[in-house]
Protein backbone atom coordinates (compact mmCIF):
# COMPACT_ATOMS: atom_id res chain seq x y z
CA UNK A 1 0.00 0.00 0.00
CA UNK A 2 1.29 3.18 -0.72
CA UNK A 3 0.48 6.85 -0.35
CA UNK A 4 1.66 9.88 -1.90
CA UNK A 5 2.36 13.67 -0.57
CA UNK A 6 3.75 16.54 -2.22
CA UNK A 7 6.52 19.25 -1.20
CA UNK A 8 4.60 22.51 -0.22
CA UNK A 9 4.63 25.74 -2.87
CA UNK A 10 4.47 29.03 -1.64
CA UNK A 11 1.19 29.50 -3.55
CA UNK A 12 -0.28 27.22 -1.28
CA UNK A 13 -2.73 27.61 1.14
CA UNK A 14 -1.22 26.94 4.89
CA UNK A 15 -2.57 23.65 6.34
CA UNK A 16 -3.33 23.85 10.11
CA UNK A 17 -0.32 21.40 10.29
CA UNK A 18 1.84 24.18 8.89
CA UNK A 19 0.17 26.95 10.75
CA UNK A 20 1.41 25.07 14.02
CA UNK A 21 3.68 26.53 16.14
CA UNK A 22 7.33 25.46 17.39
CA UNK A 23 9.69 26.60 20.14
CA UNK A 24 12.94 27.19 19.42
CA UNK A 25 14.64 24.94 22.62
CA UNK A 26 17.95 27.53 22.34
CA UNK A 27 16.41 30.98 22.52
CA UNK A 28 12.66 29.52 23.49
CA UNK A 29 11.28 31.96 20.09
CA UNK A 30 8.50 30.24 18.51
CA UNK A 31 7.38 30.10 15.05
CA UNK A 32 4.94 28.23 12.54
CA UNK A 33 6.18 25.23 10.67
CA UNK A 34 5.57 27.01 7.02
CA UNK A 35 8.23 29.40 8.50
CA UNK A 36 10.45 26.80 9.79
CA UNK A 37 10.18 24.25 6.48
CA UNK A 38 11.26 27.90 4.65
CA UNK A 39 14.56 27.65 6.10
CA UNK A 40 15.08 23.70 6.78
CA UNK A 41 14.44 24.37 10.05
CA UNK A 42 17.07 26.42 11.33
CA UNK A 43 15.57 28.92 13.87
CA UNK A 44 15.54 32.58 11.95
CA UNK A 45 16.16 33.85 15.41
CA UNK A 46 19.25 32.15 16.80
CA UNK A 47 20.72 29.89 14.03
CA UNK A 48 19.63 26.41 16.15
CA UNK A 49 19.27 23.52 14.22
CA UNK A 50 15.84 22.48 15.04
CA UNK A 51 14.78 18.28 14.89
CA UNK A 52 12.48 17.78 11.88
CA UNK A 53 9.69 15.75 11.89
CA UNK A 54 10.42 12.56 9.62
CA UNK A 55 7.46 13.65 7.02
CA UNK A 56 9.37 16.99 6.95
CA UNK A 57 12.43 15.37 6.24
CA UNK A 58 11.69 13.66 3.09
CA UNK A 59 9.65 16.88 1.55
CA UNK A 60 13.12 18.77 1.82
CA UNK A 61 14.50 16.35 0.16
CA UNK A 62 12.08 14.87 -2.37
CA UNK A 63 11.29 16.00 -6.15
CA UNK A 64 7.61 16.87 -5.59
CA UNK A 65 5.16 14.56 -5.82
CA UNK A 66 7.28 12.22 -6.06
CA UNK A 67 7.60 10.52 -2.61
CA UNK A 68 5.69 6.93 -1.84
CA UNK A 69 4.97 5.50 1.37
CA UNK A 70 5.68 1.52 2.22
CA UNK A 71 4.36 -0.21 4.89
CA UNK A 72 1.57 2.69 6.20
CA UNK A 73 -0.12 0.40 8.93
CA UNK A 74 3.14 -1.16 10.58
CA UNK A 75 3.34 -0.21 14.67
CA UNK A 76 4.76 -1.88 17.52
CA UNK A 77 2.67 -3.86 20.42
CA UNK A 78 3.02 -4.34 23.87
CA UNK A 79 4.23 -7.74 23.47
CA UNK A 80 5.68 -7.92 26.90
CA UNK A 81 3.22 -6.61 29.09
CA UNK A 82 5.37 -3.54 30.10
CA UNK A 83 3.73 -1.33 32.92
CA UNK A 84 2.77 2.00 31.10
CA UNK A 85 3.94 0.99 27.17
CA UNK A 86 0.52 0.65 25.76
CA UNK A 87 -0.45 4.61 27.24
CA UNK A 88 3.00 5.57 26.04
CA UNK A 89 2.32 4.18 22.41
CA UNK A 90 -0.78 5.71 21.92
CA UNK A 91 0.27 9.13 23.04
CA UNK A 92 2.93 8.70 20.75
CA UNK A 93 0.73 8.10 18.03
CA UNK A 94 -1.90 10.91 19.02
CA UNK A 95 0.98 13.89 19.42
CA UNK A 96 2.83 12.80 16.10
CA UNK A 97 -0.11 11.80 13.85
CA UNK A 98 2.11 8.42 13.59
CA UNK A 99 1.80 4.85 13.98
CA UNK A 100 5.60 3.65 14.20
CA UNK A 101 9.45 6.16 14.52
CA UNK A 102 9.97 5.72 10.90
CA UNK A 103 8.44 6.45 7.48
CA UNK A 104 9.57 4.76 4.60
CA UNK A 105 9.86 4.40 0.95
CA UNK A 106 10.88 5.70 -2.37
CA UNK A 107 11.21 8.86 -4.22
CA UNK A 108 13.56 11.05 -6.18
CA UNK A 109 16.09 13.35 -5.93
CA UNK A 110 16.92 15.76 -9.19
CA UNK A 111 15.27 12.82 -11.28
CA UNK A 112 17.39 9.74 -9.29
CA UNK A 113 15.53 7.07 -7.80
CA UNK A 114 15.99 6.01 -4.04
CA UNK A 115 14.90 4.37 -1.28
CA UNK A 116 14.01 6.50 1.72
CA UNK A 117 13.75 5.71 5.54
CA UNK A 118 13.27 8.75 8.13
CA UNK A 119 13.47 9.02 12.11
CA UNK A 120 11.07 10.55 13.96
CA UNK A 121 12.65 12.02 17.58
CA UNK A 122 8.94 12.90 18.39
CA UNK A 123 7.91 9.20 18.21
CA UNK A 124 9.58 7.94 22.01
CA UNK A 125 12.90 9.65 20.64
CA UNK A 126 12.78 7.40 17.30
CA UNK A 127 13.61 4.35 19.54
CA UNK A 128 14.17 0.96 17.45
CA UNK A 129 11.08 -1.51 18.38
CA UNK A 130 9.91 -4.38 16.45
CA UNK A 131 8.08 -1.98 13.61
CA UNK A 132 10.75 0.28 12.98
CA UNK A 133 13.26 -2.56 12.57
CA UNK A 134 10.39 -4.25 10.31
CA UNK A 135 9.61 -1.24 8.49
CA UNK A 136 13.91 -0.41 7.62
CA UNK A 137 14.54 -4.16 6.41
CA UNK A 138 11.91 -4.39 4.31
CA UNK A 139 12.78 -1.25 2.81
CA UNK A 140 16.53 -2.52 2.17
CA UNK A 141 15.30 -5.93 0.69
CA UNK A 142 12.61 -3.88 -1.81
CA UNK A 143 15.78 -1.80 -2.81
CA UNK A 144 17.78 -5.16 -3.16
CA UNK A 145 15.27 -6.86 -5.30
CA UNK A 146 14.75 -3.74 -7.18
CA UNK A 147 18.00 -2.36 -7.06
CA UNK A 148 17.60 0.69 -5.37
CA UNK A 149 20.44 3.21 -3.27
CA UNK A 150 18.88 3.75 0.18
CA UNK A 151 18.99 7.01 1.70
CA UNK A 152 18.83 6.52 5.67
CA UNK A 153 18.05 9.76 8.09
CA UNK A 154 18.62 8.79 11.00
CA UNK A 155 18.08 10.20 14.33
CA UNK A 156 17.59 7.73 17.90
CA UNK A 157 17.83 7.06 21.14
CA UNK A 158 18.39 3.67 21.10
CA UNK A 159 16.73 0.47 21.14
CA UNK A 160 13.37 0.33 22.85
CA UNK A 161 13.59 -1.27 26.33
CA UNK A 162 9.85 -1.68 26.85
CA UNK A 163 10.19 -4.75 24.09
CA UNK A 164 13.10 -6.40 25.91
CA UNK A 165 15.47 -8.75 23.52
CA UNK A 166 12.95 -8.09 20.54
CA UNK A 167 13.47 -4.84 20.08
CA UNK A 168 17.54 -5.58 20.30
CA UNK A 169 17.12 -8.61 17.38
CA UNK A 170 16.16 -5.59 15.12
CA UNK A 171 19.87 -4.77 15.63
CA UNK A 172 21.25 -8.03 13.55
CA UNK A 173 18.27 -8.09 11.63
CA UNK A 174 18.52 -4.02 10.12
CA UNK A 175 21.99 -4.72 9.37
CA UNK A 176 22.05 -8.23 7.86
CA UNK A 177 19.56 -6.74 5.22
CA UNK A 178 22.22 -4.04 4.84
CA UNK A 179 24.44 -6.52 4.36
CA UNK A 180 22.57 -7.75 1.57
CA UNK A 181 22.39 -4.44 -0.29
CA UNK A 182 25.92 -3.83 0.04
CA UNK A 183 26.69 -7.54 -1.42
CA UNK A 184 23.95 -6.65 -4.43
CA UNK A 185 26.76 -3.57 -5.58
CA UNK A 186 24.22 -0.86 -4.39
CA UNK A 187 25.21 2.34 -2.29
CA UNK A 188 23.73 2.73 0.93
CA UNK A 189 24.19 6.69 2.62
CA UNK A 190 23.21 7.90 6.37
CA UNK A 191 22.57 10.79 7.48
CA UNK A 192 23.16 10.73 10.94
CA UNK A 193 21.02 14.08 12.83
CA UNK A 194 20.52 15.11 16.84
CA UNK A 195 20.80 12.52 18.32
CA UNK A 196 22.23 9.14 16.85
CA UNK A 197 22.74 7.05 20.20
CA UNK A 198 22.70 3.59 21.43
CA UNK A 199 21.68 0.46 19.49
CA UNK A 200 21.08 2.38 16.07
CA UNK A 201 25.01 3.84 16.22
CA UNK A 202 25.94 -0.01 17.01
CA UNK A 203 23.88 -1.56 13.59
CA UNK A 204 22.66 0.31 10.53
CA UNK A 205 23.53 4.17 11.58
CA UNK A 206 27.25 3.37 11.17
CA UNK A 207 27.21 0.91 8.33
CA UNK A 208 26.63 3.30 5.09
CA UNK A 209 28.52 3.48 2.11
CA UNK A 210 28.70 7.20 2.65
CA UNK A 211 27.87 8.50 5.97
CA UNK A 212 27.18 12.00 6.47
CA UNK A 213 26.17 13.91 9.93
CA UNK A 214 24.58 17.57 10.77
CA UNK A 215 26.75 19.83 12.52
CA UNK A 216 27.14 19.79 15.64
CA UNK A 217 24.87 16.43 16.32
CA UNK A 218 24.97 14.28 19.48
CA UNK A 219 26.29 10.85 17.89
CA UNK A 220 27.55 7.93 20.03
CA UNK A 221 26.83 5.14 21.73
CA UNK A 222 26.83 5.07 25.17
CA UNK A 223 26.24 8.54 27.48
CA UNK A 224 29.48 10.99 28.09
CA UNK A 225 29.08 10.41 32.02
CA UNK A 226 28.78 6.44 32.10
CA UNK A 227 31.91 6.31 29.60
CA UNK A 228 33.81 8.93 32.19
CA UNK A 229 32.91 7.11 34.87
CA UNK A 230 34.03 3.91 33.56
CA UNK A 231 37.12 5.08 32.15
CA UNK A 232 38.08 7.64 35.00
CA UNK A 233 39.20 10.02 32.15
CA UNK A 234 37.81 13.50 31.37
CA UNK A 235 36.32 13.66 27.69
CA UNK A 236 37.02 16.25 25.33
CA UNK A 237 33.90 18.83 25.16
CA UNK A 238 33.23 18.24 21.35
CA UNK A 239 33.43 14.77 22.32
CA UNK A 240 30.50 12.54 20.24
CA UNK A 241 29.73 16.04 18.21
CA UNK A 242 29.65 15.28 14.63
CA UNK A 243 32.58 17.47 13.66
CA UNK A 244 34.65 15.30 16.57
CA UNK A 245 33.55 12.06 14.54
CA UNK A 246 34.99 13.72 11.02
CA UNK A 247 38.21 14.75 12.40
CA UNK A 248 38.71 11.08 13.86
CA UNK A 249 37.63 9.72 10.48
CA UNK A 250 34.17 8.21 11.50
CA UNK A 251 32.47 9.93 8.80
CA UNK A 252 32.92 11.36 5.27
CA UNK A 253 31.27 15.05 5.81
CA UNK A 254 29.01 17.13 8.06
CA UNK A 255 26.93 18.49 5.85
CA UNK A 256 24.57 21.47 6.47
CA UNK A 257 20.89 21.29 5.49
CA UNK A 258 21.14 24.11 2.94
CA UNK A 259 23.40 21.94 1.44
CA UNK A 260 21.87 18.07 1.59
CA UNK A 261 19.57 18.23 -1.25
CA UNK A 262 21.66 19.09 -3.35
CA UNK A 263 25.35 16.91 -2.17
CA UNK A 264 23.01 14.09 -1.64
CA UNK A 265 21.48 14.42 -5.25
CA UNK A 266 24.76 14.97 -6.88
CA UNK A 267 26.11 11.51 -4.80
CA UNK A 268 23.20 9.60 -6.24
CA UNK A 269 23.62 10.99 -10.05
CA UNK A 270 27.00 9.85 -9.49
CA UNK A 271 26.56 6.61 -8.33
CA UNK A 272 23.17 5.89 -10.93
CA UNK A 273 23.42 2.79 -12.45
CA UNK A 274 23.45 2.60 -16.11
CA UNK A 275 20.78 1.03 -17.78
CA UNK A 276 22.08 -2.08 -19.89
Do not use: W
Amino acid sequence: MLRLFSRGTPSHQPTLYEECEVKCHACKESHTRSVLMGCNYVCPSCGTYMRIPARDRIRLLADKGSFAEFDISLTSHDFLDFPGYREKLVKARESTGELCAVVTGVMRMDGVSCAVFSMDSRFIMASMGSAVGEKITRLFEYATQMHLPVLGIICSGGARMQEGIVSLMQMAKCSGAVRKHSDAGLMYMSLLTDPTTGGITASFAMEGDITMAEPKALIGFAGRRVIEQTTGTELPKNFQTSEFLLEHGFLDMVLPREKQRETIALILRLHQKEVV
